[in-house]
Nanobody
Framework: QVQLVESGGGLVQAGGSLRLSCAAS????????MGWHRQAPGNQRELVAF???????SYVDSVKGRFTISRDNAKNMVFLQMNSLKPEDTAVYYC????????????WGQGTQVTVSS
């Protein structure tokens, strides 16, 4: 069973930056996809970015060019660098794992709050 713990959220002004971290326990980390999701009040949870075990990345259109996902397989960590933050980025951010694009996201962390003020 993989356990995930997010950190790095906070309050930031529009245009600012934050770096989220997700620490994973358990085996098979390096082979799994890792994804960052977010959920704003009243909205469904959405996938923001994911990274494969080999380092390929994908982003939702609204964050392309502003967010960067990365991973450190030696430390079982995944990161989300968020630049040029906007108020609409305000949400609880979660990390999760999946084995491939054909399997669902699972092993959700507890989330970290990101609040962007205008």
């Amino acid at each position: 069973q993989v356990q995930l713990v997010e950190s790095g959220g906070g309050l930031v002004q529009a245009g600012g930056s934050l770096r989220l971290s997700c620490a994973a326990s358990g085996s098979s980390f390096s082979r799994n996809h890792m994804g960052w999701h977010r959920q704003a009040p009243g909205n469904q949870r959405e996938l923001v970015a994911f990274i494969t075990g080999s380092g390929s990345t994908s982003y939702v259109d609204s964050v392309k060019g502003r967010f960067t996902i990365s991973r450190d397989n030696a430390k079982n960590m995944v990161f989300l660098q968020m630049n040029s933050l906007k108020p609409e980025d305000t949400a609880v951010y979660y990390c999760a794992t999946r084995q491939s694009i054909f399997t669902g996201w699972q092993n959700w962390g507890q989330g970290t709050q990101v609040t962007v003020s205008s």
